[in-house]
């Protein structure tokens, strides 16, 4: 992992000290709220419905169990003993006090933690796979180019008051899990045939009230021009993105405006004039990042353990969690176990503290001290032995983390909604409960197979909605929350904006709604055929008809 | 037979906690929606307005503004479901109810 040098140190306990003096001058009314507002988001802290919100940076969702013991120890003494990962690998408490806000950012930078840029009009977290540095399809770890990205982007004064808010992701696999089509800037690793490294380079995608899928500018572009080239594609959003309306400020909708070829061309005058000889990717930085994400000691073991075949043939339960929720290590025997938060009926991401401090002792015992967060709200043990597998599900089943349904019907993303989101126009927690519950049956989720069931309460689409195989909006009408369904979307390779099915429904109405577009695919779906597979294959009329034949 | 009457209460959020506060008959902030003043009036609402800049101004409150409510039988329920949520608390966390009636289910 990456860990702070003594600049890194010094910089973010200023910035608390900052931070607390700010706070004691608004308390004292030195300042008023017009002028603590920015100051507080530009630390993560927001007002939202119930209390005040603190969403906490994780870089590109990798924690160490220290860190992970410290979220656990902030939820129980400040919040109200849990937290809730979200789809930005994050994590938001809250019931935050304003007057606790800066001893919990103290508590944060002595474990190399803040919650800076988790807001505002600058480039946010950089996320990546939640499976980088382990996964068997894997060309190369990401986490440098996110770690250099995250130190390029934090405080950079060019780009701290862009026209809107900026999100990137970075993958490293040739299987997409980090969503890259749809971020302002995707990239994407690829090898040249000299086993060179280079990126492509997505802009312009976005998900909110316009989604747009980002259009390729570079398909391979030199790891040594990264920066610089980015540095580029920023200058020109700067400059041309629009300022006058905040729903047309993202870079997608100047993308689309100026059309694809036009946008290219100013990217590359302005790549080309290189201003700063600087920007590009010194090499022995680079390698000086590269060495905190060395792999950890592997032991050198057979490709499959014997003994975690026995506790799969002996244990049915296991052997289904298995199946499920643990996949393929680049290192011969170890695997990586995906811990679902998603519980039957449970709350999408949210985590108690002592779940926390279980995941966080799994991680110490298990998988060299490292957590991941995945966008899809769930945890992930990376690097676990074959051999610990079954120790290591005992552990989650005692703590409720055992749930068995990682990309099934049960493993909804699910925004906060209107239970805690003052932006939002419906709840969306209680839909994903409903839904949750009504697939409960592990056997028949397991029959329904791949399933993305994404639900956001507004517009904005933090629950990612689009991208989902079925999308849920919450939307509200004269006090009334209803909700409209989209089929057919995806986060991944081929990536896709869901289309809208038809007139919304009530929240009571969505698992029966869910249920019949379900019961459709499995009528028409062909031998080893997917739910998204089926969707491209038949389009939307047949579920349209499932689902309004009968209506009104 | 129960009354029912349509009015306006101010509410806002506390400076220093940021939880949800109301401005109650006898001129405190209190947690509790039943205990706000609620302003029937044009005059009432203006006077809730001031109270609500005052107390803004004084750093006690932040984010002031007035919600439609219902009162029946002495208990006060916004009449939007996101000011009821507000009143009510996360309506998947009954444990963290402020208010267990009306009951959640009843949003």
């Given at each position: 992992?990456?860990?702070?040098?003594?600049?890194?140190?010094?910089?973010?306990?200023?910035?608390?000290?900052?931070?607390?003096d700010?706070?004691?001058?608004?308390?004292?009314?030195?300042?008023?709220?017009?002028?603590?507002?920015?100051?507080?988001?530009?630390?993560?802290?927001?007002?939202?419905?119930?209390?005040?919100?603190?969403?906490?940076?994780?870089?590109?969702?990798?924690?160490?169990?220290?860190?992970?013991?410290?979220?656990?120890?902030?939820?129980e003494?400040?919040?109200?003993g849990?937290?809730?990962?979200?789809?930005?690998?994050?994590?938001?408490?809250?019931?935050?006090?304003?007057?606790?806000?800066?001893?919990?950012?103290?508590?944060?930078?002595?474990?190399?933690?803040?919650?800076?840029?988790?807001?505002?009009?600058?480039?946010?977290?950089?996320?990546?796979?939640?499976?980088?540095?382990?996964?068997?399809?894997?060309?190369?770890?990401?986490?440098?180019?996110?770690e250099?990205?995250?130190?390029?982007?934090?405080?950079?004064?060019?780009?701290?008051?862009?026209?809107?808010?900026?999100?990137?992701?970075?993958?490293?696999?040739?299987?997409?899990?980090?969503?890259?089509?749809?971020?302002?800037?995707?990239l994407?690793?690829?090898?040249?045939?000299?086993?060179?490294?280079?990126?492509?380079?997505?802009?312009?995608?976005?998900?909110g009230?316009?989604?747009?899928?980002?259009v390729t500018?570079?398909?391979?572009?030199?790891?040594?021009?990264?920066?610089?080239?980015?540095?580029a594609?920023?200058?020109?959003?700067?400059?041309?993105?629009?300022?006058?309306?905040?729903?047309?400020?993202?870079?997608?909708?100047?993308?689309h405006?100026?059309?694809?070829?036009a946008?290219?061309?100013?990217?590359?005058?302005?790549?080309?004039?290189?201003?700063?000889?600087?920007?590009?990717?010194?090499?022995?930085?680079?390698?000086?990042?590269?060495?905190?994400?060395?792999?950890?000691?592997?032991?050198?073991?057979?490709?499959?353990?014997?003994?975690?075949r026995?506790?799969?043939?002996?244990?049915?339960?296991?052997?289904?969690?298995?199946?499920?929720?643990?996949?393929?290590?680049?290192?011969?025997?170890?695997?990586?176990?995906?811990?679902?938060?998603?519980?039957?009926?449970?709350?999408?991401g949210?985590?108690?503290?002592?779940q926390?401090?279980?995941?966080?002792?799994?991680?110490?015992?298990?998988?060299?001290?490292?957590?991941?967060?995945?966008?899809?709200?769930?945890?992930?043990?990376?690097?676990?032995?074959?051999?610990?597998?079954?120790?290591?599900?005992?552990?989650l089943?005692?703590?409720?983390?055992?749930?068995?349904?990682?990309?099934?019907?049960?493993?909804i993303?699910?925004?906060?909604g209107?239970?805690?989101?003052?932006?939002?126009?419906?709840?969306s927690i209680?839909?994903?409960?409903?839904?949750?519950?009504?697939?409960?049956?592990?056997?028949?989720?397991?029959?329904?197979?791949?399933?993305?069931?994404?639900?956001?309460?507004?517009?904005?689409?933090?629950?990612?909605?689009?991208?989902?195989?079925?999308?849920i909006?919450?939307?509200?009408?004269?006090?009334?929350?209803?909700?409209?369904?989209?089929?057919?979307?995806?986060?991944a390779?081929?990536?896709?904006?869901?289309?809208?099915?038809?007139?919304?429904?009530?929240?009571?109405?969505?698992?029966?709604?869910?249920?019949?577009?379900?019961?459709?695919?499995?009528?028409?779906?062909?031998?080893?055929?997917?739910?998204?597979?089926?969707?491209?294959?038949?389009?939307?009329?047949?579920?349209?008809?499932?689902?309004?034949?009968?209506?009104? | 037979?129960s009354?029912?009457?349509?009015?306006?209460?101010?509410?806002?959020?506390?400076?220093?906690?940021?939880?949800?506060?109301?401005?109650?008959?006898?001129?405190?902030?209190?947690?509790?929606?039943?205990?706000?003043?609620?302003?029937?009036?044009?005059?009432?609402?203006e006077?809730l307005?001031?109270?609500?800049?005052?107390?803004?101004?004084?750093?006690?409150?932040?984010?002031?503004?007035?919600?439609?409510?219902?009162?029946?039988?002495?208990?006060?329920?916004?009449?939007?479901?996101?000011?009821?949520?507000?009143?009510?608390?996360?309506?998947?966390?009954?444990?963290?109810?402020?208010?267990?009636?009306?009951?959640?289910?009843?949003?």
């Open positions: 992992m990456y860990r702070y040098d003594q600049f890194d140190h010094q910089f973010v306990v200023e910035r608390v000290d900052q931070f607390r700010q706070t004691l001058r608004r308390l004292n009314g030195d300042l008023s709220e017009d002028e603590f507002k920015p100051l507080r988001l530009m630390n993560g802290l927001y007002l939202q419905l119930h209390a005040y919100m603190l969403r906490i940076a994780i870089p590109y969702g990798t924690l160490s169990s220290r860190q992970m013991l410290r979220l656990a120890d902030i939820a003494r400040y919040d109200r849990y937290g809730h990962f979200t789809t930005r690998q994050n994590i938001q408490f809250n019931w935050i006090a304003l007057e606790d806000a800066p001893d919990i950012l103290a508590d944060l930078a002595s474990v190399e933690m803040h919650a800076i840029q988790t807001s505002g009009n600058c480039i946010r977290n950089v996320t990546t796979d939640h499976w980088a540095g382990a996964a068997a399809d894997e060309l190369a770890d990401p986490r440098p180019v996110a250099l990205l995250r130190q390029w982007s934090s405080l950079h004064p060019e780009f701290s008051f862009l026209p809107r808010k900026f999100k990137i992701a970075v993958t490293g696999s040739p299987h997409d899990r980090a969503a890259v089509r749809v971020h302002d800037i995707g994407r690793l690829h090898l040249n045939e000299a086993g060179e490294k280079g990126w492509e380079v997505v802009v312009g995608g976005g998900l009230r316009t989604p747009m899928l980002g500018l570079r398909e391979f572009l030199p790891e040594a021009e990264l920066l610089g080239y980015l540095e594609v920023m200058r020109v959003y700067n400059l041309i993105g629009r300022r006058d309306n905040k729903y047309k400020a993202r870079i997608k909708i100047m993308v405006e100026m059309g694809m070829e946008f290219r061309a100013e990217v590359e005058a302005e790549y080309a004039r290189q201003p700063k000889p600087s920007t590009g990717v010194d090499g022995a930085e680079l390698e000086r990042i590269a060495a905190y994400f060395a792999p950890p000691a592997f032991e050198k073991l057979p490709r499959w353990s014997a003994d975690y026995a506790h799969r043939a002996k244990d049915p339960a296991f052997a289904r969690w298995s199946k499920s929720n643990v996949a393929a290590h680049a290192c011969d025997g170890y695997a990586i176990v995906d811990i679902s938060l998603k519980p039957e009926g449970g709350i999408p949210d985590a108690t503290a002592q926390m401090r279980a995941v966080a002792d799994l991680a110490q015992r298990y998988s060299f001290d490292e957590v991941r967060v995945s966008h899809h709200q769930n945890l992930v043990l990376p690097h676990v032995r074959q051999d610990d597998l079954y120790a290591v599900w005992q552990r089943k005692a703590e409720g983390l055992d749930a068995a349904n990682i990309g099934q019907a049960g493993d993303i699910s925004c906060p209107l239970d805690y989101c003052s932006l939002a126009t419906a709840r209680p839909v994903a409960q409903a839904i949750s519950r009504r697939f409960a049956d592990l056997n028949r989720q397991a029959d329904i197979g791949p399933l993305r069931i994404n639900i956001s309460g507004c517009i904005n689409a933090c629950g990612h909605h689009h991208v989902g195989h079925i999308g909006l919450g939307l509200e009408k004269k006090g009334v929350e209803f909700y409209q369904i989209t089929i057919g979307g995806s986060s390779n081929e990536a896709s904006i869901g289309t809208i099915l038809g007139p919304g429904f009530s929240g009571d109405e969505v698992p029966d709604a869910i249920e019949t577009i379900v019961n459709t695919y499995l009528a028409l779906r062909q031998e080893g055929e997917t739910f998204l597979d089926a969707c491209r294959r038949v389009g939307s009329e047949p579920f349209k008809e499932a689902l309004y034949a009968t209506r009104h | 037979m009354t029912i009457e349509t009015g306006k209460v101010l509410t806002a959020s506390l400076l220093a906690g940021g939880t949800v506060v109301f401005l109650a008959r006898n001129g405190r902030w209190s947690d509790s929606v039943d205990e706000a003043a609620v302003a029937l009036e044009p005059v009432a609402v006077a307005e001031r109270r609500g800049r005052e107390a803004e101004a004084a750093n006690v409150v932040t984010g002031a503004y007035l919600v439609e409510v219902e009162r029946r039988e002495g208990r006060v329920l916004p009449v939007h479901i996101r000011e009821r949520i507000r009143v009510l608390g996360p309506s998947v966390r009954p444990d963290l109810a402020l208010r267990v009636e009306p009951a959640l289910a009843e949003l």
